[in-house]
């Protein structure tokens, strides 16, 4: 079992920047690929990003190409998302996902583990 544990959210103006942590519990992350989701009111939940568990692989939504990146630091079980150029759009709650594959599929239900998110808003 994979606990996950999001950090980073808050309220940001656009155009600023934020950085999402995904801390883990488990020793074995590095065998993990990890997706990073996002869910606004009233909407259904959306793939943003996702790292491969060798970190060799990454895939965005278009939406967020050239503005977020995804990078992992096993040593310290822990995914970042990293967010420049934030719009108001983009406000949601952000949530991290683990599945022990090697690939990085962007469909929520591909993923077996889940945090319980963490907010971020962004003003205009």
């Known amino acids: 079992q994979v606990q996950l544990v999001e950090s980073g959210g808050g309220l940001v103006q656009a155009g600023g920047s934020l950085r999402l942590s995904c801390a883990a519990s488990e020793r074995t992350f590095s065998s993990y690929s990890i997706g990073w989701f996002r869910q606004a009111p009233g909407k259904e939940r959306e793939f943003v990003a996702a790292?491969?568990?060798?970190?060799?692989?990454?895939a965005y939504a278009d939406s967020v190409k050239g503005r977020f990146t995804i990078s992992r630091d096993d040593a310290k079980k822990t995914v970042y998302l990293q967010m420049h150029s934030l719009k108001p759009e983009d406000t949601a709650v952000y949530y991290c996902?683990?599945?022990?594959?090697?690939?990085?599929?962007?469909?929520?239900?591909?993923?077996?583990?889940w945090g319980q998110g963490t907010q971020v808003t962004v003003s205009s």
């Open positions: 790292i491969n568990r060798s970190g060799a692989n990454t």
């Open positions: 996902a683990a599945h022990g594959l090697g690939y990085v599929p962007p469909t929520p239900l591909e993923y077996d583990y």
